[in-house]
């Protein structure tokens, strides 16, 4: 047998190794999607199944939209890739421009990757560059929290705060410190929104301030709707906290809104939500609707001119990639942009809100249920755990959910969800029923 035929031979779906899979479980039991149209998938054999997930917290505007499709192929046949180190293409600089027509008052400046890990690394390298240009290249700490993720490079891992996906390689970042995670059951358990528990929590970075001293601590990374730890929204005025112990000590404050920008929580990004602005912002996901890979770090003019003005001739952050600013991605993000300003979508989730708070919290008091959370369009149902079966309710609601034609997302103890945010009342009422309907039968 020929090394062509052995591979054939072979059960099907080995080669790929899959990511954050339980790849031999899923080989055994492979579950597919073969094709997407507004809310719903399609698997090869005709089930529909409703996105209560919008993908991965990315598919803000929907699925298949003929807006983007029609954008990328014209863009392919135009100008299909060019470098953006030492020349340039207009679109990447359209495309920047209308991302920062978005953004908050006060940021200024966009750096493009390709995902949102990207993005969180892009984040730290600039704020220690921007430390380094600023003379005080002491300022090396970094400093993430609890139950936060950002992604999978290793800065983002050295500063998310998931001990699993920590451990799993044990050599990470130095000079890294957390803050307490902001959720706490037993003083904030169903809180509407944002819990009234827990600004104090902000305070710790005192602590750390305290044994470090600032002029050691470069930059502050949150979330500020941590999203896969299971949808925790900031206790009322921690956000506020943050800042201004940021603006005292001279530490730089990255919000990291991979899941919560665009629209997400019924405003542009959640700094402008909050009112609470960052000096670096990271984004991705709802950049361009899930469709193409594409990251964005948006900093402040403070952080970009003391960065840039620092240089010597050559470029004066070493930093980039091949596909930055990648003109398929720009005429993806540009296209996305265009049918949530047309469709109102931003705004239309924060009218939705109040209805997905009240539809979510409807499930307070089924079997099992020890908290219920939410946040513009996101929200989550935290189980009991089962000693010894981490995630075990969780990931039976979700299997249940699949097979009623519901997806719904198990992360740990909790089954979260986030539509996209063209999602209609009875979509809402369906999920939130078929839920409530698994969760009676586990
Ligand atoms: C807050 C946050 N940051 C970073 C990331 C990483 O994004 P990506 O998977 O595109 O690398 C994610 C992904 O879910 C995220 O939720």
Not at 94 to 102: F, N, P, Q
Not at 214 to 228: K, N
Request: charge should be neutral; charged fraction near 20%.
């Amino acid at each position: 047998m020929n090394d062509l035929s052995a591979r054939a031979a072979r059960p099907p779906y080995q080669s790929y190794w899959m990511p954050f899979t339980a790849n031999r479980a899923f080989k055994q039991n492979p579950r597919l999607f073969a094709s997407a149209k507004g809310m719903y998938y399609e698997t090869p054999d005709g089930h529909r199944v409703l996105d209560g997930t919008a993908g991965l917290w990315c598919v803000n505007a929907g699925h298949g939209r003929d807006r983007i499709a029609d954008a990328v192929a014209n863009q392919i046949r135009t100008l299909d890739y060019a470098s953006s180190f030492q020349l340039g293409h207009p679109i990447a600089f359209e495309c920047a421009d209308r991302v920062m027509a978005l953004a908050p008052r006060g940021l200024d400046h966009v750096f493009f990757s390709n995902s949102g890990s990207e993005a969180v690394d892009s984040a730290l390298k600039i704020a220690l560059a921007y430390h380094r240009a600023s003379g005080n290249a002491g300022r090396v700490r970094l400093v993430g929290r609890e139950r936060s993720y950002h992604g999978v490079g290793f800065g983002g891992v050295s500063v998310g705060g998931i001990s699993k996906h920590r451990v799993a390689y044990g050599n990470l970042l130095p000079y890294v410190d957390h803050l307490p995670a902001t959720h706490d059951i037993a003083h904030q358990a169903y809180s509407r929104g944002d819990p009234e528990w827990g600004a104090h929590l902000a305070d710790e970075l005192l602590r750390i301030v305290n044994i470090h001293d600032a002029s050691t601590i470069a930059a502050v990374i949150v979330e500020p709707v941590a999203g896969s730890t299971g949808v925790l929204p900031p206790p009322k005025g921690y956000l506020q906290r943050l800042r201004e112990i940021c603006d005292k000590h001279g530490i730089l404050l990255i919000f990291d809104e991979v899941i919560t920008g665009f629209g997400r929580v019924g405003a542009p990004f959640a700094a402008q939500r909050w009112g609470v602005l960052p000096d670096i912002l990271t984004c991705a996901k709802g950049l361009t609707n899930g469709t193409f890979p594409m990251g964005g770090t948006l900093v402040s003019a403070k952080v970009y001119d003391t960065v840039t003005e620092a240089g010597t001739g050559g470029p004066e952050l070493p930093h980039g990639y091949t596909y930055s600013g990648h003109p398929v991605a720009c005429a993806a993000a540009i296209a996305t942009m265009d049918i949530y300003r047309d469709e109102g979508l931003f705004e239309r989730a924060a009218e939705l809100s109040p209805y997905w708070e009240a539809a979510v919290h409807s499930l307070k008091g089924l079997p099992h249920v020890v908290d219920i959370r939410n946040s513009g369009l996101l929200a989550a149902v935290e189980f009991e755990p089962v000693p010894g079966k981490a995630g075990h309710y969780a990931q039976a609601v979700h299997n249940a959910c699949f097979e009623q034609g519901v997806l719904a997302r198990a992360v740990g103890e909790c089954l979260v969800a986030s539509p996209p945010l063209i999602i209609q009342r009875e979509e809402i009422d369906r999920l939130f029923a078929t839920v409530a309907e698994c969760i009676r039968k586990i």
